[in-house]
């Protein structure tokens, strides 16, 4: 069989749109938003109001604010524009070593040296900077989401994420299409059951072919082609489609040992698929672009 594990792992990237947040309106709002879940606790993994790991809770503000950021710490240090510690500005990200190993954790600077942030001993709650017993040494830098134009962020696994305008995702029609290559399907059925894809759907073989295989299933009678695939879904994808075995503990921060797609990441990982980023997160919810999917593919199959 041929070694294709192409997983996106060390690899898949993640893309996301960031506008612009410059009015004083909308760091006034971000930071309102930011306080009114003061005492969340931290959870492992956690990105909602039941708990929030760093990363997590920044995010969810963000979005909250109506800004997307990444999931990740790394791919967060990687957006925006780098903002020197005496220009730091309320609504900025605050970015800190408290793993050895660089970024691995994130907080929102709010004025007069503070940062909100989740942290593991108390949740959500304000710290300092500066503050000599530890924030103070571990502190790395910040960047401010402040750009006019939707900026795209790619980042590869162990790699730092680097910016790319011309980033376009992998849809869900582009991985089948790569399956049916890879793995040589062929479609069983002679039409299609879905209602977004008709006969004349240019890619109707390889949906139909990963369909019957079983790799891919539809929602509500559709297979919704030009979606995207996340990390986790395409890491059960690609243990199924290669019958990949064994598996190790993996450690990753955002990755819950009861989440549904633990077992197949560490399949992944014992099998030297996937590294994760080299924040420590795995970025469950990241999509895969084109680029890089490509770029892991002819790598694998040489």
């Known amino acids: 069989m041929k070694r294709f594990l192409f997983f996106i792992s060390a690899s898949l990237l ?42 997590g809770y920044t995010q969810f503000v963000f979005n909250k604010a109506g800004t997307s950021i990444p999931r990740s710490t790394g791919p967060q240090y990687a957006m925006g524009t780098s903002v020197a510690k005496s220009d730091l500005k ?5 970015f800190f070593n408290t793993s050895g190993h660089g970024v691995s954790h994130v907080g929102i600077y709010i004025g007069s040296s503070g940062f ?5 001993s108390r949740g959500v709650m304000v710290s300092s900077i500066y503050d000599p017993a530890y924030w103070g040494s571990r502190y790395i830098g910040a960047r401010r989401v402040n750009d006019s134009a939707p900026v795209r962020m790619v980042a590869a696994a162990n790699e730092a994420p680097t910016t790319d305008k011309l980033v376009n995702y992998a849809t869900r029609e582009d991985v089948a299409e790569i399956l049916v290559k890879e793995l040589g399907l062929e479609k069983k059925s002679s039409q299609s059951p879905y209602s977004d894809v008709s006969a004349s759907h240019p890619k109707l073989d390889a949906i139909l072919a990963v369909s019957d295989a079983g790799l891919f299933s539809g929602k509500d009678g559709t297979f919704n082609p030009d979606g995207h695939l996340t990390r986790a879904q395409l890491a059960k994808v690609i243990v199924e489609a290669f019958h990949l075995k064994g598996s190790s503990e993996t450690s990753f921060e955002d990755v819950p040992k009861d989440h549904w797609a633990n077992e197949y990441i560490n399949i992944l990982s014992f099998n030297n698929v996937t590294k994760g980023y080299g924040d420590g997160n795995f970025g469950l919810n990241d999509n895969v672009t084109e680029k890089q999917l490509k770029a892991i593919i002819n ?3 040489n």
């Open 116 to 120: 909100i942030h989740a942290s593991t």
């Open 90 to 94: 309320t609504g900025d990200l605050v």
């Open 299 to 301: 790598r694998l199959n």
């Open 14 to 55: 993640i893309s996301m749109s960031i506008p612009s947040m410059a009015s004083a309106n909308s760091t006034t709002s971000l930071v309102n938003t930011a306080r009114a879940y003061m005492g969340t606790p931290y959870s492992y993994g956690g990105s909602t109001t039941s708990g929030f790991d760093c990363s």
